[in-house]
């Protein structure tokens, strides 16, 4: 499966190690564009979906990472995908 190529609204990031860098990515998105898409679980190079294991805590430190690290404060949709073939 593949996503596409990053544009000024949408960013890729391999995994949720990469959480730090994706907060400052969103950051600047909104300041730019007001909304925006990031996805974790995705090569940066060519948008194909590399996947990874998430529980309910890779989640919700995702969801707190836009609480704790942009403001002023946003309200993210965080979501768990699944691909065609898991």
Same mark, same amino acid.
């Given at each position: 499966m ?6 000024? =609204?949408?960013?890729?990031k391999?995994?949720t ?19 925006? &898409?990031? *996805? ?14 998430v529980?309910e805590? =890779? ?6 990472a836009? =609480? ?6 946003? *309200?993210? &949709? ?8 898991g």
């Amino acid at each position: 499966m593949n996503l596409g190529k990053e544009s000024e =609204t949408v960013e890729h990031k391999r995994s949720t190690s990469e959480l730090r860098e994706g907060m400052e990515s969103a950051a600047s998105i909104l300041n730019k564009h007001g909304r925006g &898409t990031l *996805y974790f679980g995705v090569r940066p190079s060519d948008g194909e979906v590399v996947g990874q294991d998430v529980s309910e805590k =890779t989640l919700r430190d995702v969801s707190q990472a836009f =609480t704790n690290r942009i403001e002023p404060r946003v *309200y993210p &949709t965080v979501e768990h995908l699944v691909t065609e073939d898991g």
